[in-house]
């Protein structure tokens, strides 16, 4: 059993309270998962569960955590720093029970995990392994610790779509609890039994949470009838209120006008009308209570409101974006050969996906687009990387990195955009290194639109978007005028937006069907 108890979590820089009073229990075969917004404090709350030391240096926390002699194994969500420079060999022989495993233990494991046999003794240095593989390597060496409770913090970034299957079983089939946050809405649908919803409403002023055990289907079609249920009440009883209201100052004026009017030769009519004003005023106060108890407007969290593009990223049908040829693909250190005879071809405003095995060269081969297309006159492209730091100044706010002027009339219009993508006024002024991945991702989509860019490169444009910003993204994307170039394992993304899907393998670029 793991028990929270009355979790308070406050950031510590703007005092925003970002859990309030958060208490929670997961039992064996607790498959839950943690969804809202960008920014709510998700990936905080499960590192507090972790070790809270790993937010100290932001937050302040009160409350308990109670872990009956539970083995807590954590995935964070991006590599730590101090784990890039070691060589995967070294990284696993960290941890000690790796070097108990049988040959054929570890054998399984890579073919579970869709790596080769020798994968585990690598002297490739971890920060140069692909984002899936990053993923799938602290994974494996989770599991080596025979924990009873998986932290995953988006377990599903970057993955092929095999491992993704086989991360879906894992979930499904594990028998202790899962704590899990996702923004693949495919995942949560196909594994969550629980569902936990952090909201920041009231323009993040009111920190709001929801546990309910149920699928995320049953959760959302519950979530839209109570809430239209509640508002349909909530609107019934301000008719009513109205209608209440209305019918006393009718009969105060009425009353009030005799009292004034009543002539003083009749002092019972006077006193008559004195204990009509007390029934009125009894009455006034009856309908104040009535009042306290209507049932509340229903609140919750919106999702982004935000257009990509205009009419001038149109790009005519027959225009071609690009022709791009490549003998071989070698590996950023160039020591070998990841793919051969690669031919791609866009025209027009073609919104293409590729997809392939982790480690295949798919941001490799699309940095190597980038390079040629944000070079070109012809066309305007901007370039969403995987890594969101190899182009984010992370010591700069959001709105000095969108904005080198220092224009008032230019900074005023992007923290309206910033508003618009639920930013509060405090986050515009955090460093970028404080905030969220879906944040960050946010600053890039920001950036696109504002610079009137034609053809997008997008390495992984979802992975950071909740579920409930997740549709809003993907239907941006759909409608925007120009061509995007993207690589992405969202099942979702790849379903409701791409034209045409390829996939990378060692002989070039197949094209496949949807």
């Known amino acids: ?19 309030n009073d958060f208490s929670c229990v997961l039992n064996d075969g607790d498959k839950a998962v943690i969804i809202g917004e960008e920014g709510n404090g998700k990936s905080t709350l499960l590192k507090w569960i972790y070790d809270e030391k790993l937010v100290d240096d932001y937050c302040e926390t009160e409350g308990e955590l109670v872990k009956t002699k539970e ?26 029970s790796f070097l108990e495993q049988t040959p054929k ?73 899962v704590l899990f946050i996702s923004h ?34 049953q959760y959302r079609k519950e979530r839209l009838r109570n809430f239209e249920n509640q508002e349909r009440q909530a609107e019934s009883e301000r008719r009513e209120k109205k209608i209440r209201e ?23 009519g006077g006193r008559l009308l004195k204990k009509k004003m007390h029934a009125v005023k009894s009455m006034e106060r009856r309908f104040e209570k009535e009042n306290e108890n209507m049932t509340e407007m229903p609140e919750q969290e919106g999702a982004i409101f935000f257009k990509l593009g205009n009419k001038e990223a149109a790009i005519p049908a027959g225009k071609t974006v690009i022709e791009y040829e490549l003998p071989e693909l070698w590996t950023p250190d160039g020591e070998r050969i990841l793919a051969e005879n690669i031919f791609l071809r866009i025209r027009g405003s073609e919104k293409i996906c590729i997809t392939g095995k982790n480690g295949v060269g798919k941001t490799t081969l699309l940095h190597k687009i980038a390079e040629e297309l944000l070079n070109r006159n012809d066309i305007h492209a901007e370039y969403m990387p995987q890594n969101y730091e190899e182009l984010l100044q992370l010591h700069v706010t959001p709105v000095e990195y969108l904005d080198q002027t220092g224009k008032k009339e ?9 508003g618009a993508l639920k930013y509060t006024a405090d986050e515009m002024d955090h460093p970028i290194a404080e905030l969220s991945g879906g944040q960050k991702a ?60 390829y996939c990378l393998t060692e002989t070039g670029l197949q094209l496949q069907e949807k």
């Open 1 to 19: 059993m793991l028990q929270i108890k009355n979790l308070s979590i406050i950031h510590k820089k703007d005092l925003r309270v970002i859990l």
């Open 71 to 96: 083995r807590i194994a954590y995935l964070p969500q991006e590599l730590p720093k101090e784990k890039r420079t070691l060589s995967v060999c070294e990284f696993f022989m960290e941890e000690e």
């Open 105 to 177: 233990t570890l054998g399984q494991m890579a073919a579970k995990f869709h790596v080769p046999a020798d994968f585990f003794y690598r002297e490739q240095p971890m920060e140069t392994l692909s984002g899936g593989e990053k993923v799938k390597a602290q994974m494996m060496k989770l599991l080596l610790t025979d924990p009873t409770v998986l932290l995953l913090d988006e377990p599903s970034n970057d993955i092929d779509v095999e491992t993704l299957e086989w991360l879906e079983q894992l979930i499904q089939n594990w028998k202790h609890i």
């Open 184 to 217: 693949d809405e495919t995942l949560i649908e196909n594994t969550a039994n629980m569902i936990i919803y952090i909201e920041q409403i009231r323009r993040k002023t009111v920190s709001r949470y929801t546990i309910a055990k149920m699928s995320y289907e």
């Open 246 to 268: 209305e019918k006393l100052k009718r009969i105060y004026q009425s009353v009030d006008y005799a009292q004034e009017t009543i002539s003083r030769q009749n002092p019972a």
């Open 410 to 418: 230019k900074r005023t219009k992007i923290r309206t955009f910033l």
């Open 442 to 501: 946010k600053i890039f989509l920001l950036k696109m639109s504002m610079s009137g860019a034609n053809v997008l490169i997008l390495d992984e444009p979802t992975r950071n978007f909740s579920p409930l910003s997740g549709p809003v993204i993907r239907e941006m994307l759909k409608e925007f005028p120009g061509a995007v170039i993207s690589i992405s394992h969202d099942r979702k993304y790849i379903d409701e937006v791409c034209d045409k899907v």
